[in-house]
């Protein structure tokens, strides 16, 4: 596969990953590009931000849609949340 044929392969996969997500997730596109960008360049994502953003949601959206993709999110314990 060519390098044109593998990024016009994974600029598909993404508008097909973004279209199932808008179908649940609304309001949240600049924090599914950031996601999808941290997936395809192999690093790392920390998400934060008050509850009820959909963050888990998308993550699972996102896991279900990838193929051979296991995404293992990790939730924070009270007890590890700094208190001020």
């Keep these: 596969?060519?390098?044109v044929a593998a990024i016009q392969n994974l600029v598909e996969k993404r508008t097909e990953?973004?279209?199932?997500?808008?179908?649940i997730i609304v309001?949240?596109?600049?924090v599914?590009?950031?996601?999808?960008?941290?997936i395809f360049s192999g690093g790392h994502a920390?998400?934060?931000g008050v509850p009820g953003l959909a963050k888990m949601t998308s993550l699972l959206?996102?896991?279900?849609?990838?193929?051979?993709?296991s995404i293992k999110p990790v939730l924070p314990f009270l007890t590890l949340?700094?208190?001020?």
């Excluded at 309001?27 to 600049?30: A, I, L, N, T, V």
């Design 61 to 69: 959206l996102i896991r279900e849609h990838l193929a051979g993709f």
């Design 46 to 48: 920390l998400l934060v």
């Design 27 to 30: 309001g949240q596109d600049e």
């Design 81 to 84: 949340i700094p208190v001020n």
């Design 1 to 3: 596969m060519s390098d």
């Design 32 to 38: 599914v590009d950031q996601i999808l960008l941290s």
């Design 17 to 23: 990953l973004k279209k199932e997500i808008a179908k």
